[in-house]
C-alpha cells in the first residue's frame, strides 16, 4: 500500500517570500510519479508540478520547484516569490507504476498574507 | 481545449434519491478516474478505468455506488439510494495511458452533492 504525509496542515508565506511545503510518502514500488495539485477556493484541482522518481534532477516550473529526496522518501515544494494567487490548498500525491491510481495526501492550507 | 467536463456542479437531493454524476473527459485520454473529498477522509480513489473497462473498483464505498463508461467520451458515476454520509465533492479526472508512461491526470470542476 501507498502512503502520502504531509505534516502542515497550514502554512502562512508574506508576499514575494519563499515558502516550502513538505511531502513524505511511502512505497514499496520503484517506478512512481509524484505531484503537486492546487485546490483554491474554487475547489479546482490544478496541477503544479510533475517528478519521476527515476529523473535526478529536481523538476522546476517557473516559481515552482521541488526537492525531491528518494532515498528519505521526501518531495517538497517550494514556492518563490509568493503571489496572493498561490493561495490555496496543496495536495502532494503519488501515483505507482502502471496502476495510475493517485494516493494523496491531507493537503496544506497556503495562506500568502501582504 | 476543454477540459474534464463534470455536471451537474451542484446537486441538492433528499434522502433515499437516485443521484447520478456525469462526467466527459479530455478528447483522446483513456484513463477516467472517479473520486471523492470529504473533509473528514480527504481525496479517495473510487473507481478507475482504463479504455472504458473498470479496472479498480476497490474504492467504491458499497452497493449503492455503480459507475459505468460505455464510450470513451462519457461515464456516470451512480448512488442510488443517496444517504446524508455521501455529501461530498465528486471529482472526474482523466489522463491518457500508454502503459509504463504514466501522464498526469486533469481533473473536472467536481459535483458538490448534498443529500438532505
Known amino acids: 500500500a501507498q502512503t502520502v504525509t504531509q505534516s502542515q496542515p497550514e502554512m502562512s508565506v508574506q508576499e514575494a517570500e519563499t515558502v516550502t511545503l513538505s511531502c513524505t510518502y511511502d512505497?514499496?514500488?520503484?517506478?512512481?510519479?509524484l505531484f503537486w495539485y492546487k485546490q483554491p477556493p474554487s475547489r479546482q484541482m490544478i496541477l503544479v508540478i510533475r517528478q519521476e522518481a527515476y529523473k535526478q534532477q529536481n523538476a522546476t516550473e517557473n516559481r515552482f520547484s521541488v526537492n525531491f529526496q528518494k532515498a528519505a522518501k521526501s518531495f517538497s515544494l517550494k514556492i518563490s516569490d509568493s503571489q496572493l494567487g498561490d493561495a490555496a490548498m496543496y495536495f502532494c500525491?503519488?501515483?505507482?507504476?502502471?496502476?495510475?491510481?493517485?494516493?494523496f495526501g491531507t493537503g496544506t492550507r497556503l495562506q500568502v498574507t501582504l | 481545449d476543454a477540459g474534464v467536463i463534470q455536471s451537474p456542479r451542484h446537486e441538492v437531493t433528499e434522502m433515499g434519491q437516485e443521484v447520478t454524476l456525469r462526467c466527459k473527459p479530455i478528447s483522446g485520454h483513456n484513463s477516467l478516474f472517479w473520486y471523492r473529498q470529504t473533509m473528514m477522509r480527504g481525496l479517495e480513489l473510487l473507481i478507475y478505468?482504463?479504455?472504458?473497462?473498470?479496472?479498480?473498483d476497490s474504492g467504491m464505498p458499497e452497493d449503492r455506488f455503480s459507475a459505468k463508461m460505455p464510450n470513451a467520451s462519457f461515464s456516470t458515476l451512480k448512488i442510488q439510494p443517496s444517504e446524508p454520509r455521501d455529501s461530498a465533492v465528486y471529482f472526474c479526472?482523466?489522463?491518457?495511458?500508454?502503459?509504463?508512461?504514466?501522464?498526469?491526470?486533469?481533473f473536472g470542476d467536481g459535483t458538490r452533492l448534498s443529500i438532505l
Open positions: 479526472a482523466s489522463s491518457l495511458w500508454q502503459g509504463l508512461s504514466n501522464q498526469p491526470q486533469h
Open positions: 512505497t514499496s514500488e520503484s517506478d512512481y510519479y
Open positions: 478505468f482504463n479504455n472504458n473497462v473498470p479496472i479498480d
Open positions: 500525491a503519488l501515483a505507482t507504476g502502471t496502476a495510475s491510481k493517485l494516493t
